[in-house]
């Protein structure tokens, strides 16, 4: 199973361009790389997901260098509801087993 | 927009006692997971069914743990009995079965179980 490691907190202004990286040296040549948020009591919510280079959506984007052995999440201009845990997810997702953890993710303060 | 809806969202208990949490998935979603997630902790795989069948169940607590998805529709996981140890929230999520390698696991509120 590919291994990630986090930071395990982070603090944030308003307004300011966050960057969560994530080491996953042992990622296999079939993992995708996938990024949730979990606020308080709620469910995780799916972020982005990526096999390399760059990807954007209306959320986020997501860095993947070229030996994939990090990816960086990339949270533009953070207002305080982006206070959250975010987990960054490596695996090869199929409909017949799981190979992948959640770990315990990085809890981003966004202060005012 | 739909949802995975979970119930009951609360529920205290005390310990030797029956609980049993309810799950029904988004319509359509054939691959449905159960998850554990202890205070301060990312969520814990309990079981993965594939429609009515269990595709993996490694992590889940036998003894006194049981899952099941008789119609391949909606869900229930039941612990009996109850430990403290057990206090935890307790997430259903699913996913279609044409998702192929997107990681897009959609995720219930929860249920959160206190043991006294």
């Known amino acids: 199973l590919a291994k990630t490691t986090q930071p395990i907190s982070m603090d944030s202004y308003e307004g300011q361009e966050v960057n969560i990286t994530c080491s996953h040296n042992?990622?296999?040549?079939?993992?995708?790389i996938t990024w949730y948020q979990q606020f308080p009591s709620q469910g995780p919510r799916f972020i982005i997901q990526?096999?390399?280079t760059k990807v954007t959506n209306e959320v986020a984007s997501l860095f993947i260098p070229a030996d994939r052995k990090s990816s960086t999440l990339s949270l533009p201009r953070v207002s305080l509801s982006d206070t959250a845990v975010y987990y960054c997810?490596?695996?090869?997702?199929?409909?017949?087993?799981?190979?992948?953890?959640f770990g315990p993710g990085t809890r981003l303060s966004v202060l005012p | 927009e739909a949802e995975v809806a979970q119930s009951p969202r609360y529920k205290i208990t005390e310990k030797s006692q029956a609980v049993a949490f309810w799950c029904d998935p988004i319509?359509?979603?054939?691959?449905l997971y159960w998850y554990r997630q202890i205070l301060g902790q990312g969520p814990e795989l309990l079981v993965q069914?594939?429609?009515?069948?269990?595709?993996?169940d490694s992590q889940l607590p036998k003894d006194r743990f049981s899952a099941e998805r008789l119609k391949g529709v909606d869900s229930t996981l039941k612990i009996q009995p109850a430990e403290l140890g057990d206090s935890a929230m307790y997430l259903c999520?699913?996913?279609?079965?044409?998702?192929?390698?997107?990681?897009?696991?959609?995720f219930g509120e929860g249920s959160r179980l206190t043991v006294l």
């Open positions: 999520a699913s996913r279609p079965l044409a998702g192929g390698n997107t990681g897009e696991l959609f």
């Open positions: 042992n990622i296999a040549t079939n993992d995708y």
């Open positions: 990526g096999y390399k």
């Open positions: 997810l490596v695996g090869e997702w199929d409909n017949y087993g799981q190979n992948f953890v």
């Open positions: 319509s359509g979603h054939a691959t």
């Open positions: 069914f594939q429609d009515e069948s269990v595709v993996d």
